[in-house]
């Protein structure tokens, strides 16, 4: 199976401020197609998880441009350019391309 | 607007079964491959299995492989779950997500394991 690895655990941050969240897979994400199934979602507290990003940098619909993905291969990050309140949450990795999917352990933002 | 309702979960025995139902509206439901995730209380996310648009093709997580069963009715966009032989271990909130690739999720329904 794919281990995905995300880091930090938790992520403390400052209204305004930027954040990063690191994602490592164990093997390749590039599908047979050429496309890399590489998926971000967010988990507001109490809440169902919502996906941001999907193939690595494209964000869903209604997603704030704050919010961006990049990487390629086994290395991914998101990145909050200036962090709000509403921010606050669980960050999952998911990669798609080969089964069974698996998630990242999820990083936990906080405001400081 | 797409919104999939998941609906069957509740308090079930270790070793009993529950089915779980997710209706979907707002998008083509027969084009479309759906997929269950479950998350333990206070834990992450884990993903439970995926059946094809046709269901023709169906995959499952090692942890519920030949206790679980996926499958669709797109005459009335239609998502199940049957579950049998169930374990402690499977006290989860389950949702139904569109897609392989996940990109919306219903509220979730809450089954729980236990006597």
């Known amino acids: 199976d794919v281990v995905m690895t995300q880091s930090p655990l938790s992520l403390p941050v400052t209204l305004g401020q930027p954040a990063s969240i690191s994602c490592r897979s164990t093997q390749s994400l590039v599908y047979s197609d050429g496309n890399t199934y590489l998926n971000w979602f967010q988990q507001r507290p109490g809440q169902s998880p919502r996906r941001l990003i999907y193939k690595v940098s494209n964000r869903d619909s209604g997603v704030p441009d704050r919010f961006s993905g990049s990487g390629s291969g086994t290395d991914f990050t998101l990145r909050i350019s200036r962090v709000e309140a509403e921010d606050v949450g669980i960050y999952y990795c998911m990669q798609g391309t080969h089964w069974p999917l698996t998630f990242g352990g999820g990083t936990k933002v906080e405001i400081k | ?115």
């Open chain 2, 1 to 115: 607007e797409v919104q999939v309702v998941e609906s069957g979960g509740g308090l079930v025995q270790p070793g009993g079964s529950l089915r779980l139902s997710c209706a979907a509206s707002g998008f083509t439901f027969s084009s479309h491959a759906m997929s269950w995730v479950r998350q333990a209380p206070g834990k992450g996310l884990e993903w439970v299995s995926t059946i094809s648009s046709s269901g023709y093709s169906t995959f499952y997580a090692d942890s519920v492989k030949g206790r679980f069963t996926i499958s669709r009715d797109n005459s009335k966009n239609t998502l199940f779950l049957q579950m049998n032989s169930l374990r402690a271990d499977d006290t989860a909130v389950y949702y139904c997500a569109k897609g392989q690739q996940l990109m919306d999720w219903g509220q979730g329904t809450l089954v729980t394991v236990s006597s």
